[in-house]
């Protein structure tokens, strides 16, 4: 078949080939698919919190893996999100610990708060309400959250209205 | 290798099991059955869906069969109340969320599913809950997905990746969300995919052109042999009332393990086309006429007469496909040459014949094809395997997998599902050049040798080449269809003879269709008669036949429009014939204007007869379903010719008595490969002006496969376009999707411009065997284009 313009790869920006070339370096060259989850993580974190297809080709064809096994790892890990999502990923936890100390009301704040329901996003664009997250190992300080890279313990709804309140 | 033997038992039978084995090989070496769905013997063990649980002595739990070693003096029970309860358990969950309406599901009565959850599983689901739905893909029109049955078995993943060697189906998404597909919408492509029908235990992956046409138990099951390649993979045919309902594979280790590639599983479609030719007609003043067999048979062997009594048997010529059985060439080429004439020859895409005297036995593959996977290095000559004969690139990939070096000459570079080490592409005029390099590079010297290849230019890939297949344990040169019609293919093959000679590599050849070796062996060539018999008068190869043009011609299963290496001089030369008798399976307009009489013969899994693939192996195989209308078998039909012409030698009553006969003349020769080629001649071909490459798509190959419905749809089937890469495109002054005018040897079509980086300079990609480009002089020689 023909080849059109360029490669794949080329969706990928100058920085992200830096730092998944980074990680490349951490791994045996004959097991380059290694480093696909923090390619993936790098390119989602550059396109605003969420994966294309595009990018996802190019990471296939960057790293030399079947296109299929990109989104593979993509749709398993909760981590990533394949659809456009608010700028601000906020992950409530609901495993057991938290459960106990009152998340359910935590949850049902954030969603009046904002008005969205679980796995929203605001009309704005500017939060994103991401669906049933699992225990993020904070248990000792439940009810909390993690809102973009951030942990947030020790929840309380005027805690939750200062913290989401901060963020532009 | 006894020190490598465990004893085991199972269910109490003492069992020796080779160290390493896992359970369920010992068990199913022993035919003791244990239910299964993940795990499949060519694939690896992915023990993901428990069902093989069996209770191990002195294990506290069940132990997957699939992926529990044996270890000596292991205790197995299969059927103990602990398996059976893990078995019973196991099903019950994979029926969770399996729909239980088998009557509307296509897989229903061969159920991998159905089977074992009657033997193995309850009688009552305790699940109360809903069900999850999964939505269908449309993955191309070959196979068919219910995927809402699917049970993440992932059989076709791994498929895809360990056999296939493209990942196209994967397993998304995770926990009750976890789907089979491709993601994307995308078709699955490889030429192997059908084998996934096979291969999925339930009813998520079905044939398509099959699809609600016929249950298991209302079919038949018969056995032939597959009528495309030289594999001659061994072939189940599905009959339902004397009709082909589909075709799946017969197991058989040496020649296509239990793969099929999708022509050969996909084609019976093109038995029940709609132009197939079902009764026998003649052109009497310019007019057609359907008529009795008696009638069109007179006819028939009147023309023939008279083409010989008024213009010499010299005129009489007979051009047949590789594709036709041994007994039908045997037969062709006894009633040419009853009638005085030579000019017989199956070699339809051939046009450099010039060695043809020294040629082996029968071209052939030089070795078992079970013996490709231990190559270490194999040099693939014009030869574009993984379409033209894709379980030999099946055996070529296993070995490349296992570190052999794959090497590539050729005029387009083929798409391989496995690593090559080196490629070679260039036009098709430097190819012998390229060929020399290599062998000079290996030292090849003496006599005539020294002064051709002192003007060869060794670069350094050429001793890349030399020296990775010098320096292999078991090395191969492979000749395939490319260079087989390539003009100056005897010096190609002369040089691949010097390569092997010197790297002490076995030479191969790629027989064309399904039958080329058995064709060589029938004697269908103007200067051998059977069993390689010597003839002192040579007749006129296929190229002399279409380019000097004869009075008269005999076409057994050709259209030769689309199967010769000229297709101008093809159609030119049976128009202005006196008289063309056409046994063939269909009709056609061209073949209404060029021919006289038309008689419709069976095709493949309507005739008995014989293949001999490309490892010399012979393989005969009964008619397994009826011919449509009134067809009769080819040889039948060629036995009443010689009958009628008062030839000897016409008295069979079944074609096995034809087989038996050649087969005791071959007796036990053997064909040699490697000491059967002149010396080279030339190595540069003459070059003015733009090459055509044109190689025939796998889905254009024969007669049948044109006809196959499904195969037509996939991305492999493609019709003619101009391929051309940036810099000669610019210089024509041409750009992707213009129209252009494309002239050879007075023919003349338009296509469409494709850019293409894999073609090479000077030349241009024009498909051969497709309709596009029907009219068109030779597929591989000059051209001329001009903007349309």
Redesign the interface.
């Given at each position: 078949m023909s080849e059109a313009t360029g490669r794949k790869s080329d969706s990928l920006s100058a920085h992200a080939r830096e730092e998944i070339d980074r990680w490349l370096e951490r791994y045996p060259s004959d097991q380059r698919q290694s480093a696909v989850l923090a390619a993936l993580q790098e390119v989602q974190h550059e396109n605003g919190g969420f994966l294309t297809r595009e990018l996802m080709d190019g990471v296939a064809d960057y790293i030399g893996m079947p296109e299929i096994a990109v989104y593979e790892v993509a749709s398993f890990y909760s981590m990533f999100e394949l659809k456009p999502v608010g700028r601000h990923s906020i992950s409530v936890c609901t495993n057991i610990s938290c459960m106990l100390c009152g998340s359910d009301d935590i949850l049902e704040y954030i969603e009046k708060k904002l008005g969205i329901k679980l796995g929203e996003s605001t009309a704005d664009g500017k939060f994103f309400l991401k669906k049933e997250e699992e225990c993020l190992a904070a248990c000792r300080s439940a009810p909390m959250m993690q809102v973009d890279h951030v942990y947030y313990e020790d929840l309380t709804p005027a805690k939750v209205d200062e913290i989401l309140d901060k963020l532009e | 290798m006894s020190e490598d033997l465990l004893n085991i038992e199972i269910n109490g039978q003492p069992l020796q099991a080779r160290r390493g084995a896992m359970i369920i090989e010992a068990a199913d070496a022993a035919g003791i059955q244990i239910p299964r769905f993940c795990y499949h013997k060519k694939l690896s063990v992915a023990a993901n869906c428990r069902m093989c649980l069996v209770e191990v002595e002195k294990a506290p739990k069940p132990l997957p069969a699939c992926a529990t070693p044996v270890a000596d003096g292991m205790k197995v029970r299969t059927r103990s109340a602990l398996a059976r309860d893990g078995q019973r358990s196991v099903m019950e969950f994979l029926l969770i969320n399996h729909p239980l309406d088998c009557p509307i599901c296509d897989q229903g009565g061969e159920c991998e599913l159905q089977d074992v959850a009657m033997g193995f599983g309850g009688d009552i689901s305790r699940f109360q809950e809903r069900k999850r739905v999964v939505k269908d893909k449309d993955i191309g029109p070959l196979i068919a997905t219910d995927m809402t049955r699917c049970i993440h078995c992932t059989r076709c993943v791994r498929f895809g990746?360990e056999i296939a060697g493209?990942?196209?189906?994967?397993?998304?998404?995770?926990g009750e969300d976890m789907e089979i597909g491709?993601?994307?919408e995308k078709s699955v492509d490889s030429e192997l995919s059908g084998n996934v029908i096979d291969l999925c235990p339930v009813g998520a992956l079905t044939s398509k052109p099959f699809r609600y046409s016929a249950r298991s138990w209302e079919m038949v099951q018969r056995s032939t042999i597959a009528a495309h390649d030289a594999v001659g993979s061994n072939l189940h045919v599905h009959v339902r009332r004397n009709r082909v309902m589909r075709v799946v594979p017969r197991e058989n280790e040496d020649v296509n393990e239990t793969w099929i590639s999708d022509r050969d599983r996909f084609s019976y479609e093109g038995l029940y086309s709609e132009d197939r030719l079902s009764a026998p007609a003649i052109k009497r003043g310019g007019s057609w006429a359907d008529v009795d067999w008696d009638v069109a048979l007179d006819f028939a062997a009147n023309g023939i007469r008279r083409v010989v009594a008024e213009r010499g048997a010299q005129q009489l010529g007979a051009l047949a496909s590789p594709n036709s059985t041994l007994e039908e060439l045997c037969l062709l080429q006894k009633l040419l040459r009853g009638m005085g004439s030579s000019n017989v020859d199956h070699r339809l895409r051939q046009a450099d014949f010039s060695d043809q005297d020294v040629a082996p036995l029968f071209p052939w593959l030089g070795q078992s094809i079970a013996d490709l996977e231990l190559l270490d290095a194999v040099l693939l000559v014009g030869a574009d395997v993984r379409k033209e004969q894709p379980l030999i690139n099946n055996r070529l990939r296993k070995a490349a997998l296992r570190g052999a070096g794959i090497m590539v000459v050729n005029a387009l570079e083929p798409n391989f599902n496995y690593p090559t080490e080196a490629a070679m592409i260039v036009p098709p005029g430097d190819m012998p050049g390229v060929l020399a390099g290599i062998a000079k590079a290996l030292g090849v010297r003496g006599g005539k040798r020294d002064k051709l290849l002192e003007s060869a230019q060794v670069e350094p890939a050429h001793e890349a080449i030399a020296e990775r297949l010098k320096n292999a344990g078991r090395a191969s040169v492979l000749v395939g269809a490319f260079a087989t019609s390539h003009p100056q293919a005897a010096d190609l093959r002369a040089l691949a003879g010097l390569i092997c000679e010197a790297a002490d590599a076995a030479l191969g050849y790629l027989p064309a269709g399904a039958n080329g070796a058995g064709a060589w062996l029938a004697g269908a060539l103007p200067h051998r008669g059977p069993a390689g018999q010597m003839l002192a008068d040579a007749g006129a190869d296929a190229q002399a036949m279409m380019h000097d043009g004869l009075a008269g011609y005999v076409l057994l299963g050709v259209e030769p429009e689309l199967d010769c290496w000229d297709s101008a001089a093809a159609s030119n030369s049976l128009r202005e014939a006196d008289f063309v008798v056409a046994l063939t399976a269909y009709r056609t307009s061209e073949m209404d204007e060029y021919a006289d009489v038309l008689l419709p013969v069976s095709l493949f899994a309507e005739t008995s007869g014989t293949f001999v693939n490309a490892e010399g192996r012979w393989q005969s195989f009964e008619a397994v379903a009826a011919p449509v209308g009134d067809a009769r078998p080819g040889w039948r039909v060629l036995r009443v010719l010689g009958n009628l012409l008062d030839l000897e030698g016409f008295v069979y009553t079944d074609s096995q008595q034809i087989r038996d006969e050649l087969k005791d003349k071959v007796g036990e020769a053997r064909a040699d490969n490697n000491a059967a080629w002149r010396e080279p001649s030339r190595l540069d071909g003459k070059r003015s002006g733009l090459t055509r490459i044109g190689d025939v798509p796998v889905y254009a190959v024969d007669p049948v496969v044109r006809r196959g419905k499904a195969l037509q749809g996939t991305r492999d089937a493609c019709d003619a376009r101009l391929?051309l890469n940036a810099t000669v495109a610019a210089k024509l002054g041409l750009q992707?999707g213009d129209r252009a005018r494309v002239t050879q040897e007075g023919g003349e079509v338009v296509l469409e411009v494709?850019?293409?980086?894999r073609v090479p300079d000077d030349c241009v990609h024009v498909r051969a065997g497709v309709p596009g480009s029907v009219g068109l002089g030779p597929c591989i020689g000059e051209i001329k284009i001009s903007k349309a």
């Open positions: - | 990746e493209v990942r196209e189906l994967g397993a998304t998404g995770r491709t993601f994307v391929g992707q494709e850019l293409d980086t």
